[in-house]
């Protein structure tokens, strides 16, 4: 099979399934190329559609007062208070790149944080 035959094929799968079905491909082709059974490789010259990226939720003052309200104590809330607190999460909230921004909004997570009684803090 040549490279313009495996491009029509892969036209007609979504991007993901593009990237699989030449991960699958790789393996057989290299074998093909070890043995002798084709000299050249029809994969090199494959392109592939591009991935449409929505990017990472961020976390907002608000979003955090809800999950805080909607979930009892348990491994995740102590995992978001955990983050929360030792600032390890601080860029993922409100998507500001400016320390100063992130910095504030770490204090405001902070200050307004629950404490959270009855949790087993040993991860299991």
């Known amino acids: 099979m040549h490279s313009a035959a495996l491009q029509v094929m892969l036209s007609k799968k ?3 399934a593009q990237r ?3 991960k699958a491909m790789r393996g057989f082709v ?3 190329i070890a043995k002798g059974m084709i000299e050249i490789d ?3 010259g494959l392109k592939l559609s591009k991935m449409k990226v929505k990017g990472h939720h961020t976390w907002t003052v608000d979003g955090v007062a809800q999950y805080r309200h909607q979930h009892a104590p348990d491994k995740a809330r102590f995992a978001l208070e955990l ?3 030792t600032g390890h999460a601080r860029s993922a909230w409100g998507g ?3 320390r100063a921004a992130s910095s504030h909004r770490a ?4 200050s307004a944080s629950v404490p959270l009684t009855g ?3 040993q991860i299991r």
């Not at 204090?107 to 902070?110: A, S």
């Open 107 to 110: 204090h405001e997570l902070r």
């Open 83 to 85: 983050l929360l607190q």
């Open 119 to 121: 949790i087993n803090a």
């Open 14 to 16: 979504t991007p993901a």
């Open 20 to 22: 699989n079905f030449r």
């Open 96 to 98: 500001s790149t400016s």
């Open 30 to 32: 290299d074998h093909c």
């Open 42 to 44: 029809p994969l090199a």
